[in-house]
Structure formats: C-alpha cells, structure tokens
C-alpha cells in the first residue's frame, strides 16, 4: 500500500507524532474538565485520587510540562484515576456532562443486560468526529465511496446501527439501513442492490453464512468486505465466514463508553485491531492488582477518549481481556494493534473449580467440520453429586446427522476429548440437529447459568 492511500493522514502519525498530538488533546481534555460547571465527578475523583494534594491546575501543568513520552504516561498512570462501569451506573444518565443540556444532539445506551444502563451523550461536534473516526475505519478495511454498504445491526440505542451507519455516510456509501433480522430480506437487499460490503455482528454472519451457502455464489458475487465486531469470536469463525461468504472478514471494535465502533480496526494484513490513537489512549493493565501490563500480556484493556468533549471518560476498565501486539504494522500504520478480544473479564466462569472463557470452547468446536456455526453452553449443578457440570449442545451439519448413532458417538467423544484437552473439564456434548438451536440477531447469548447458587 502506497503512503498516499489515507483517509486521514493521521493514519499515517509517527509515534512522535501520535505522543504530541496525545498529550495536546489530554491537556485540552482535563481543561474541559476544570471548567465545566456541569459536571464536578473528574473533579471530585482527581483531587481524591491525589489525595487533594494537587488542584487540578497542578495537574494540568505538570502534564504541560512534560516532554518525554516515557514520562508522560507515568504521569498518566500516577495522576489519573481509573473509570469503572459502576462509575457510570452511580452517575446515571448524566452526571457526567461537561455541557449545558442544550449542547447535546444524540444519545445512546450501553448494552448491559444487569442494573442501570450507561448512558452517552454527544455534542454535535463529538458525532462528527466519531463518523469520521468510523469512516477512516471502514477506508482501512479497503471501503471506497462507491462500495454499496448494508448495515445488518440493529439500530436504536445500540450504537453499531446509527455510529456504523453514518460513517458509510460519511465516506460517501450507498447506505442501506437495513437493520438486524429477517435474513431472507437481509438476502434480497444482498440481491437487489449489488451490496459489495455488510456490517454484521459475528452470531449472526455465521447464521447467515448457511442460509446462503444453500444459494450459488453467483449471485452474492458482487459483495467481497464483512465488517465484523460488537461480540467476540474466534479465528475459525472469521475463516468460516469468509469461506462461506466469499468476503474479507475485518475485525472491528468499539464500545459505546468510547463513542461506539469506530475505536479501531484491522488493516489489510487481518493482524490484529489498529486502535486509533490520536483520539484514545489504550493500555493494558492486570485486572486484579491495576499494573500496567508489557506488551504481549494479556490483560483489561483501559480506554480514554481524547476528543469527546461532551462527555470524556477517563481510564475507563473495559473488563476486554487483549494484549497489546506492537506499534508497528506492514500497513506502515504505527496506531497500536491489539489481539482481537479474547473475552470479558465476566464473561469467565469456574467450573469444578477451573476458569473457563467462551472463545476457549468456540476455538475447539469450530474446528469440527461437522459442527454446523450454532453452539449454546449451559451449566448446570448434578442433583447426584452436587457438582457442576458443563453442557454443550452443538448443532450438526445436516449431512453429518446420519442414522448411523456409531459414526455420532465417535464424533462426540472426540469434541467431548479434544475439549477436555483445552480446559481441563470434561464436557457433556449433546449433538442437535441443525436449526434446532435458538438463533440471534443480536448479540448473542452463548452461556446459560443454571446452577443453583
Ligand atoms: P456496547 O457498548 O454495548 O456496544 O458493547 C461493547 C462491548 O462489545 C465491548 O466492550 C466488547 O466486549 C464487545 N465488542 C465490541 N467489538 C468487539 C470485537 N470486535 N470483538 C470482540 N468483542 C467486541
Ligand atoms: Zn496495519
């Protein structure tokens, strides 16, 4: 790739150019957070945080006079706090805007499924960053202006229906609205309008991936990007996805703490998501003891917006478990690449005393080629022993659901074996038939706790 194919050129920062602007932008972060009258909460936690030994002109001026980058992230990590999620469910729904009501155009909710949402607000000005943090997304993945763009996520308060949306705007798509669900109508439109690129949630594509493998090739021939982010999943999935679909499958993330998606994506090379660090600021810490973590150690990635002047949200604990892979990128890109994100920190559960994540069995099962693209995990406590035991129910491929129960049994005690191998628990499997699983065109539910607590 020539260095003249951008979208922005900050695309193309050195990381002297990526520390400048970083700390220009901090700066003028915490001076809105000084001024405002509206919002006393980073306030409040900074001056605690220090112990109300430094006003928040100190801080500022100890950032403004650091030069060295080392040092500057030392400051970072010694003088601001870290934001949590009860943060934000304490300062329910606004406690955290720096502006007059007035100010704000848009809101969307997080998708927690437990207590209080979180809300974010956005000021004009923040949506028109954002869409154009998510188009310079959707270039890197190789999206043009001419690309048709169907956007297969719900809308609403989610904010991977309007934040993905008006960033295909932005870069000047052909824009189909098309929302989640329905996949025969989600096929037509596909037919109908020669879509070239889709954004769909990883559940879903491969939902959709074998409802169209039962079409020809032929006629999905025009489409060739998947933007795929919101929920976890394996290499295996994306391999499948891409297979299946004939497309390139980018990883995109995103959260609704941090604007939405448009936090980072992969480049051509599929090596890992390019955060953008002219407008966040991204580390990895250990989630018990909060110290930053080496490159290569998988830990809580840590977020902090840089641009969002309605709402800034400091050093906020994602719970998404990554490494940080390096700075550098064949793409010639120096915006720090993560591992796509391997699970959240609740999403763990202990079985017999074992820690399992989700992505740990769905990197097994979707290396069975008999396994069809649908899985449900249930936990479940054994009214003999009293222990807890993991249920697996995978669908099959319909022409691997044979009546030869032989040829079935082999197959499950391979998966029940081979899953055994990478968690240390040995598994009940229970093979379906195809279809018989609930689906989803959201995020999706994978695990279902049943035990009794
Ligand atoms: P929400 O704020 O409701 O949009 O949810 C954001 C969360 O979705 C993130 O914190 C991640 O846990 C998850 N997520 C978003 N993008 C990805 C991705 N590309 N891979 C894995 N998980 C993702
Ligand atoms: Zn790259």
Redesign the pocket.
């Known amino acids: 790739m020539t260095k003249k194919d951008f979208y922005s050129k900050a695309e193309f920062f050195t990381p002297d150019e990526i520390f400048d602007i970083q700390k220009q932008r901090f700066i003028n972060i915490l001076n809105i957070i000084k001024n405002t009258k509206f919002s006393n909460f980073y306030q409040q936690k900074i001056l605690q945080h220090n112990q109300n030994k430094l006003t928040l002109d100190n801080v500022i001026a100890k950032f403004n006079n650091c030069n060295d980058k080392a040092d500057f992230y030392n400051l970072f990590n010694q003088l601001i706090p870290f934001t949590t999620k009860q943060d934000l469910r304490e300062n329910y729904p606004d406690k955290l805007c720096c502006f007059d009501k007035k100010n704000y155009v848009r809101l969307h909710?997080?998708?927690?499924t437990t207590g209080n949402p979180t809300a974010i607000f956005y000021t004009k000005a923040d949506l028109d960053k954002w869409a154009d943090l998510m188009a310079r997304s959707l270039f890197v993945a190789g999206v043009r202006p001419d690309d048709v763009f169907q956007n297969m996520s719900g809308y609403g308060l989610?904010?991977?229906g309007l934040g993905i949306h008006q960033g295909a705007e932005k870069l000047g798509c052909l824009t189909i609205p098309a929302g989640a669900g329905n996949s025969k109508r989600q096929i037509k439109l596909l037919q109908d309008f020669g879509v070239t690129v889709i954004h769909i949630l990883?559940s879903y594509a491969l939902h959709i991936a074998e409802i169209i493998s039962e079409y020809k090739k032929h006629q999905f021939s025009n489409l060739r990007i998947a933007i795929?982010?919101?929920?976890?999943?394996s290499e295996e999935s994306r391999q499948r996805i891409q297979n299946a679909l004939g497309v390139k499958v980018f990883?995109?993330?995103?959260?609704?703490?941090m604007n939405?998606?448009g936090v980072g994506i992969e480049c051509q090379q599929q090596n890992g998501?390019h955060i953008w660090e002219d407008s966040f600021i991204a580390e990895i810490i250990n989630p018990q003891t909060c110290e930053i973590l080496p490159n290569g150690e998988i830990g809580e990635l840590v977020l902090t917006t840089l641009t969002r002047e309605g709402m800034p949200i400091l050093r906020y604990r994602?719970?998404?478990l990554t490494k940080i892979l390096g700075n550098d990128c064949p793409c010639g890109r120096n915006h720090l690449r993560i591992d796509?994100?391997l699970g959240?920190s609740d999403d763990m559960f202990i079985v017999r005393g074992v820690n399992i994540f989700p992505m740990q069995i769905e990197n097994i099962l979707m290396n069975f080629q008999q396994i069809s693209n649908n899985y449900v995990i249930m936990l479940q406590t054994n009214p003999q022993s009293n222990l807890d035991d993991l249920h697996i129910k995978v669908e099959i491929k319909n022409e691997f659901f044979s009546e030869d129960i032989r040829q079935l049994q082999n197959l499950q005690k391979a998966i029940e074996s081979a899953l055994h191998d990478e968690i240390l628990v040995r598994p009940i499997i229970e093979l379906v038939q195809h279809n018989s699983l609930p689906k989803s065109d959201g995020?999706v539910k994978r695990v279902i706790d049943l035990r009794q607590k």
């Open positions: 909710c997080s998708s927690g989610f904010t991977g990883p795929v982010g919101a929920e976890p999943y990883n995109n993330f995103g959260l609704s703490e939405g998606p998501i994602t719970r998404d796509r994100i959240r995020k």
